[in-house]
């Protein structure tokens, strides 16, 4: 039997005795009990997110520039940023320089440096 269909079993025997001040107290201890079993639920979902969380924290895989990958697929570039910050895995857009922004902070930087440089070089030498 659930909370809401004993509460409900004890309303009814209540009201047969006719008891008015019995019968308000149950309607407010029904109340809170609802709201409790609502504190109850917020809090199981809090706590399954936060183990969600941590289990990503322990397998987050850092690397020298300022981004991280997990480890069943780390060619998906996540902003370090953002997860440090918000707990969030906002994914990065790369391009073919070597280079990253998030699209969710702004934030950039490089997952290639040596690809950028060279082709930076390569840039500046034509030019010049």
Known sequence: MGLYEGIKDV??????????????????????????????????????????????????????????????????????????SERKLIQVETDEEGSYICPHCKYNGYYDRALHDKLAKEVLDSII
């Open 11 to 84: 309303a009814n025997i209540v009201q047969k005795t006719d008891n008015l001040d019995i019968y308000r107290q149950l309607i407010e201890l029904s109340a809170e009990a609802l709201e409790l079993q609502n504190i109850i639920s917020k809090l199981s979902n809090e706590n399954n997110s936060l183990k969600e969380q941590q289990k990503i924290s322990n397998n987050i895989v850092r690397h020298k520039e300022p981004y991280i990958t997990l480890p069943d697929n780390k060619s998906i570039l996540y902003c370090s940023h953002c997860w440090d």
